[in-house]
């Protein structure tokens, strides 16, 4: 899995992390669901020995309810300490920035939501209940797979580029490349994604010839090309606007970028403090 894919990993549920909510949410509801089926099974002696139809659904109809219960009382709410608290709405929330005005765009991936559909069709007119165990232990997966979100956003104060990846108000983070190490930016390049409407990306240039796509939402040639000249501008970087349609891979920076410049950070500049008032004098204080 590539860095600027951004998926979860075990340190990310843990404490500070960014997912640390779900990860208790799932704990509680997994206790929940071992403590109900153990109830039925000591009420019940002969549980095992039912229809397999039968205990399908008590056992469905069992752990549904109780990580329901589990999932809205959420026992562990008390030990929570994250800044990112889990949203009712299942589309994924834009990312909180390092600093206001820093360049944020979503990373287009692929949703294959057609091949979810067709495998829940297949399972569904090949026997629901044969295939149903099969479906609830990947519908965890599906659902985050559909309803993430990744984003890059490009640091213009701290001179980093970030990668993020939302899901119901939470999120968490990667660091990416430094702008220090950018030659230079690229505007142009076409994107052709099957289904969708060409785009145009604004990339930047790494010294190991990688391609750091910056921004890839633009609708218009034109349009990246003055995205990439502002953002030139503000980076002190060169630009070179490409014309044709070259591959995103093979892009160099050598034959295209001449006198790279050095990136210069953006200072945060406080207020200053001087003895002057900053307000004008009332009419009262006048005479």
């Known amino acids: 899995m590539h860095a600027d894919q951004v998926w979860p990993q075990r340190s990310d549920f843990g404490v500070a992390g960014g997912f640390q909510e779900l990860g208790l949410r799932i704990r509680d509801t997994a206790f929940f ?17 039912q229809n397999l139809r039968e205990w399908g659904l008590l056992v469905l109809g069992c752990l549904g309810v109780s990580a329901l219960l589990a999932w809205c009382v959420f026992p562990s709410r008390k030990r929570l300490k994250s800044e990112f608290r889990l949203s009712g709405k299942l589309v994924a929330q834009a990312p909180r920035l390092a600093h206001e005005g820093n360049l944020l765009s979503p990373r287009p991936e692929r949703r294959d939501l057609w091949a979810c559909v067709l495998v829940v069709l297949l399972s569904t007119a090949t026997g629901l209940l044969a295939n149903l165990s099969l479906l609830l232990a990947f519908a965890p997966l599906i659902v985050f797979r559909l309803a993430s979100r990744l984003w890059t956003e490009v640091d213009l104060v701290g001179g980093r580029v970030y990668y993020h990846r939302t899901f119901m108000g939470l999120q968490i983070t990667r660091p990416g490349p430094s702008l220090e190490q950018a030659e230079g930016l690229v505007s142009g390049v076409r994107l052709d994604r099957p289904g969708e409407d060409p785009s145009y990306s604004v990339c930047m240039i790494l010294p190991d010839q990688q391609t750091l796509p910056l921004e890839t939402m633009c609708r218009t040639r034109d349009e990246s090309h003055e995205l990439a000249r502002r953002l030139g501008l503000q980076l002190n970087l060169p630009h070179a606007p490409l014309d044709t349609d070259p591959s995103i891979q093979h892009l160099r920076g050598e034959a295209m970028l001449q006198g790279r410049g050095r990136w210069k950070p953006i200072e945060e500049r406080g207020n200053r403090v001087s003895g002057r008032s900053k307000l004008p004098p009332v009419a009262g204080e006048q005479a």
């Open 33 to 49: 669901s071992a403590l109900t089926l153990a109830l039925v099974c000591a009420r019940d002696p002969y549980f095992f020995a």
